[in-house]
């Protein structure tokens, strides 16, 4: 199909990979393809060389790390896997050294052993896990990213001073919190961990900042002036910086903070002290915080310090001498096992206050050094500059200098994407086998000091069991590894680049207030502003921007045109949010000509602002306009015409499409949809260039090369799989046997795509118009055509499962003899009991016949006898078959057994066994006859003995091989039986395919949020229909436009009209499309093409596309034109066939004794408390009285009901209801003696004994 572009924006970039951010992630973590020697320090090398070397308490022995080796398990291949429903996973060993020393500190022995550690499960080639045979997704987590943090403070307090008081946190990856805080007194104070505060200069000094003069000469600025007596008047009163000591006799003249008096001088130059170190100006007025802050800090040394902060960080009164002066340097400084700020907090520290360290350090005074970038734990450093900072905060200083570098001073702002980080999977994995590793090492520690040393080597130290238990945990519980969203291409392909808030670490939904959720400047480019669930979840759960990636730090980028002077450079940059936020950016649409910048004014953004700038001051200019959206909201043609909250709608509802039996592309799309389907895996594309050799519904072949030994590729295609939600996968060639393909061309399509495109619904003729009150509040009329020809019909495989189990009475059976069912219900079983495949069943049928053991129940001596003469019967066991669930009807198309290794007996292995050799049988009879056919094909058109023939010869060799491998491959999978759990022998799993044909109370969309419920389905012919005789397909109500503001769905229907009309697709990017201006042309070429066809002028629409439309049942014209179009249309996953529940009797809730609720578990319909009302208010009094009692929960009173209508007699009068006496118990529970009295009875009477003081007060009154 011919294709018309709208777009006037230059392409300056392409698409990156879709799902370029998961794999990047897995493979930075795996390092699968480094050699030992070569892999850099990150995920598990990281997290090895993290937790190991391992040693002893006494230091006699250590466990070293030196390397680790991945090794292939059981399940080779991603469908192997999912088939027998296990993990697809790879084997992490590793290699380790264990040394010993004597007691001299000579080595012993040195034991090297390779050991193996866990499975870790792999992500597929389209970036899914296979845990347990379905597939999940781990999904990348956003959150808070590592540093220093300066806030305001919550309750806006300010101190007695009246200035506003700040606090500053140090947040490290993983460690304790260091927070800084002011009291009312404008003091500094420090927390650990949130544990008790204390003066910040005391925790200056346990980190060895010891004296007063040193704390002074730190955060004031000095002088040194002459001691003389002429002098005093520079002298008196000034603060000293340092102590004056004589240095004869060491005494001390005058204390550091102390003033200078009369008394003072006079000692000094009677002394000889020549120089005095002073403070310049007055230290309260200038740093009163630190001043205020030393008169509230009682220690004078670092040691005394450090004992007071031990103990009230560990709360214990005693201290182990030298624990104290170590506890701090472990917590915070030396140990990066307990305190790690990582690669990203040390950038953030560097970013935020490198202009103060390096003022810091470059102090010849003071003996600091600058941290290096790669030091991941505190220096004291970090803290005299967090402090300096908090203090200019406190100050109000807004802007700083040094060394001609100016910064701003302010309080950062939480939501910035500079200060929230990306978590992928790598690093979520890397953080869990972390923590597995840790909880070995402490197993590993207590071995190592048993008593007997000689017996132990690697092997026998290490219990694998805590790192296999956490990643099964987390794979299969986290918040963050999730099902996969399966229903459709672009769900899976959304799921995978979603970034959630929430989960461990991050936030909880309850607690996540207004800011968090709300769109923040920096989502520009990378964060859709758009794309977000509605609920509870808003603004938690938001998807990546189409062009943005995640940079090494976890921050994220988004690609920008460099310029210089007005002009584009050519080069594209990636800017995080905090290094955009110093630049000036104009917008993708700004003219542009021989890449210059035209105009006098430019609009463009700067932080949160859209300036108009000349263009030489700009710095950057954005790639696209689709930088700014996600992958779904991109999807949607004329986004820029359509309301947010739609918007939002719309791209939501496209991830619910189900895929449909035919696939039809949009006449109006936005461009991307080939690299949304070839992206997200649907589409099989060519890995190299070559020519296909052999195409067909199961396998593509394409040979690369030529010559002797071509190289040839296959491909397998996916047949009538179910997905994750019940729809079908199935994969069908595009691609005929003799046809030459280039790398990335596609050779097969998926489910949802047509030729490589997406194409999630169908192009529907749609008027705009009431009618009959039928599409009123969002409702749909829908042509039969519709229904008849297919078009909206979708396939659903749904899946039964059932086991055989021990039982504490005995084993459960699946057989074909069930007690109590009549031969017709067996029809279509097999000897086994199983269903035969291609059976089609209705609700009851059964599926798989099983018989559970029955209680044993007391005989009369007539039946025990008869049971001795003629042996177990039938009686013993009851029917506990799979019956197909009401509400489903369908084909089977697929069964699956599994039975345990010990459970197979030989006679059930010959038969698997005779099963595969009969299909590898009957694949290599089909080879050999397709293998003649194509000699004989060659030797017809005289090219036998040729390039082509060598060929076809290779191709057949690796088909024959491929099947015999696969044949052997089940074979040994057969002999070694399949994983169940420990009682369970046997599981059948049985596959239903239904075709599901649009019907009333389906939900249909539009890509612009414009859904709605099928109400009826009209006759073609009582369809409203055009001047030309053409019913249309589908009413929608014209009252859905006006109010919600998504216009797009107009221009759409105008487009897809004319696109229609002249046979070409309409491509209309985001923010890029076709004008109206533009629409209309297209229209009027497409009028243009009707006239040329002889179609009269009567017939043909406004170029508003507005049409008079007659009324199907009476022929009559309709009084107003009515606008008319091809809008593309969905079908979603929400089918009235999975909704619609009915039940007469059910199960019971064993603690309320009132039936369940919910269709999953059959339960019924709550009456409720205004259902109660409205009985009342037509006082049904008996008919209210049953629906309480005998139809709920009165238990008694629900046999004898029963009874009563066996036997004709009339009912009895209600029992009191299970729900009353829950009541009952609930009052009792609050402490009030609650007496139920029958008609006429009275309650007990008051006890009397009360004190007689109180009975002659009561006398009295």
């Not at 001691?227 to 003249?253: P, Q, W």
Request: hydrophobic share 35%; net charge neutral.
């Amino acid at each position: 199909m011919k294709r018309i572009n709208f777009s006037k924006i230059q392409q300056v970039q392409e698409l990156p990979d879709l799902l370029e951010m998961q794999k990047r992630s897995f493979r930075d973590f795996l390092q699968e393809d480094e050699t030992p020697g070569e892999r850099e320090l990150k995920g598990l090398q990281a997290a090895f060389l993290d937790v190991f070397p391992i040693e002893s308490a006494d230091a006699s022995m250590v466990l070293d790390f030196v390397k680790y080796k991945l090794a292939k398990t059981r399940y080779s291949s991603v469908e192997e896997a999912q088939a027998h429903d296990a993990t697809f996973a790879i084997t992490l060993k590793a290699v380790l050294r264990l040394s010993s020393r004597q007691p001299s500190g000579k080595l012993k022995q040195i034991i090297e052993q390779e050991v193996v550690l866990c499975d870790i499960p792999l992500m597929t080639d389209s970036g899914s896990f296979i845990i347990n045979g379905a597939e999940r997704v781990v999904v990348s987590q956003l959150h808070r990213s590592p540093g220093i943090v300066f806030e305001d403070d919550e309750e806006k307090k300010i101190s007695s001073l009246g200035r506003k008081l700040f606090f500053a946190r140090v947040i490290p990856y993983r460690g304790a919190w260091i927070e800084f805080e002011f009291d009312l007194n404008n003091a500094l104070f420090v927390r650990v961990d949130r544990k008790k505060k204390f003066p910040a200069t005391s925790f200056l000094r346990a980190c060895g900042i010891e004296t007063d003069a040193q704390l002074l000469q730190i955060f004031f600025k000095c002088e040194d002036i002459e001691v003389a007596a002429d002098n005093t008047d520079n002298l008196l009163r000034r603060i000293c910086a340092e102590d004056v000591v004589d240095k004869s006799t060491g005494e001390v003249l005058l204390e550091a903070r102390h003033p200078v008096t009369h008394e003072a001088i006079k000692r000094m130059v009677e002394k000889g002290i020549k120089r005095v170190k002073l403070l310049v100006g007055n230290p309260e007025k200038q740093n009163a915080t630190i001043w205020e802050t030393l008169r509230k800090d009682p220690y004078k040394s670092a040691k005394e310090a450090q004992q007071e902060i031990y103990k009230k960080l560990r709360g214990q009164e005693f201290i182990v001498p030298g624990q104290a002066e170590q506890y701090l340097d472990n917590l915070l400084f030396k140990n990066l096992r307990k305190y790690d700020l990582s690669k990203v907090g040390r950038y953030k520290v560097q970013k935020k206050l490198g202009i103060l360290l390096q003022a810091l350090t470059d102090r010849k005074d003071l003996r600091f050094e600058l941290p290096s970038e790669r030091r991941r734990t505190l220096t004291v450093e970090d803290l005299v500059v967090t402090m300096q900072y908090l203090i200019l905060l406190n100050n109000g200083d807004a802007v700083c200098e040094y060394d001609g570098k100016r910064f701003k001073v302010e309080v950062d702002d939480i939501d910035h994407l500079g200060n929230r980080r990306v978590r992928g999977v790598g690093e979520l994995l890397e953080n869990q086998i972390r923590v597995g590793l840790a909880q070995m090492s402490r197993v590993i520690r207590d071995r190592m000091s048993v008593q007997d040393k000689t017996e132990l080597t690697p092997r026998t130290l290490l219990n694998t069991a805590p790192l296999v238990g956490i990643l099964r945990k987390f794979f299969g519980t986290s918040q963050l590894s999730q099902f996969m969203d399966q229903i459709n291409p672009l769900a899976e392909l959304t799921h995978k680049r979603r970034l959630s808030a929430l989960g461990p670490g991050g936030l909880h939904r309850k607690r996540a207030g207004f800011e968090v959720r709300d769109v923040h400047h920096t989502h520009y480019g990378r964060i859709c502003p758009i794309e977000t669930p509605e609920g509870p979840n808003i603004g938690l759960i938001t998807s990546l921007a189409t062009m943005a990636r995640v940079n090494q730090y976890g921050l994220i980028e988004s690609p920008y045109q460099k310029m210089k002077t007005g002009r584009l450079t050519g080069a594209v940059d990636y800017l995080a949010a905090d290094i955009e936020d110093e630049n000036t950016i104009a917008q993708a649409n700004s003219p542009v000509q021989d890449g210059k910048l035209t105009g006098d004014l430019v609009s463009c953004r700067r932080r949160g602002d859209f300036p108009q700038a000349d263009p030489s001051h700009i710095d950057y200019m954005d790639v696209s306009p689709l930088q700014v959206v996600s992958v779904s909201a991109a999807l949607i043609p004329f986004l820029e015409h359509d309301d947010a909250n739609r918007a939002l709608m719309g791209s939501n509802m496209q991830r619910q499409a189900v895929p449909l039996l035919t696939a039809e592309p949009a006449f109006v799309s936005t461009g991307i949809e080939d690299r949304v389907a070839q992206d997200s895996g649907a589409c099989i594309t060519a890995k190299r260039p070559g020519k296909v050799l052999y195409s067909a519904g199961d396998i593509i072949a394409v040979s690369s090369g030529s010559g002797k030994n071509p190289e040839i590729d296959i491909y397998e295609l996916k047949k009538y799989r179910r997905s994750n939600q019940d729809t079908c996968i199935n994969q069908t060639p595009v691609i005929q046997a003799g046809a030459q393909v280039k790398k990335g061309d596609v050779l097969a399509d998926g489910p949802g795509t047509h030729c490589g495109q997406l194409a999630l619904g169908k192009n529907i003729l749609v008027g705009f118009m009431p009618w009959e009150g039928y599409n009123y509040e969002d409702a749909i009329l829908v042509s039969e055509k519709l229904i008849k020809e297919d078009v909206l019909t979708s396939i659903h495989i749904s899946e039964f499962v059932i086991e055989a189990r021990d039982t504490k009475l005995g084993p459960e059976e699946i057989t074909r003899d069930i007690p109590n069912v009549g031969a017709d219900a067996l029809e279509y079983l097999d000897e086994q009991g199983i269903v035969i495949p291609s059976t089609n069943v209705r609700p009851g049928d059964i599926l798989v016949g099983k018989v559970t053991p029955k209680g044993e129940q007391q005989l009369t001596p007539e039946e025990r006898l008869l049971k001795v003469i003629f042996g177990k019967k039938a009686e013993d066991v009851q029917d506990a078959s799979l019956r197909v669930p009401p509400g489903v009807t369908g084909k089977v198309i697929g069964v699956r057994v599994f039975v345990r290794r010990e459970k197979l007996t030989k006679p059930d292995e010959r038969k698997r066994i005779g099963e595969i050799d009969n299909r590898l049988e009957n694949s290599l009879n089909a080879l050999k006859e397709y293998r003649e056919e194509q000699s004989e094909e060659l030797k017809k058109q005289g090219k036998k003995g040729g390039e082509e023939e060598e060929r076809l010869k290779t191709f057949f060799r690796l088909m024959e091989r491929r099947l015999q491998e696969e044949a052997v491959r089940d074979r040994e999978n057969v002999k070694q039986g399949d994983d169940l759990p420990v009682t369970v022998n046997k599981v059948v799993k049985v596959y239903i395919a239904a075709k599901r044909k649009l019907q009333a109370g389906d939900k249909l969309a539009g890509r612009h949020g414009n859904k709605g419920v099928v109400a009826k389905i009209l006759p073609v012919e009582d369809m409203p229909f055009l001047p030309d005789g053409t019913p249309l397909d589908m009413v929608l109500s014209p009252l859905g436009v006006p109010s919600r503001m998504n216009v797009g769905q107009l221009l759409e229907m105008m487009l897809g009209w004319a696109a229609a009309t002249l046979g070409v697709q309409a491509v209309s990017p985001v923010f890029d499309g076709a004008t109206e201006e533009e629409i209309y042309e297209l229209v009027r070429q497409g009028k243009k093409k009707l006239r040329e066809q002889g179609v009269p002028e009567k017939y043909l629409p406004h170029d508003d596309c507005r049409t008079q439309l007659y009324d199907g049942r009476t022929g009559q014209p309709f009084e107003e034109k009515v606008s008319v179009g091809y809008v593309y249309i969905l079908k979603l996953n929400h089918l009235v066939e999975d909704k619609v529940h009915a039940r007469s009797t059910g199960p019971y809730s064993l603690i309320t004794r009132q039936p369940l609720g919910g269709k999953a578990q059959f339960g019924g319909q709550r009456f409720g408390e205004m259902e109660v009302w409205a009985i009342e208010g037509y006082g049904a009094a008996y008919a209210l009285q049953e629906f309480l009692t005998v139809k709920s929960d009165d238990v008694s009173g629900r046999t004898k009901m029963y009874e009563a209508i066996i036997k004709g007699e009339p009912p009895q009068a209600p029992g009191v209801p299970e729900s009353f006496k829950v009541l009952i118990k609930e009052l009792q529970a609050l402490g009030l003696d609650v007496e139920l009295l029958k008609r006429g009875q009275e309650g007990k009477k008051e006890t009397d004994e009360a004190a007689p003081a109180e009975k002659a007060a009561a006398a009295k009154e």
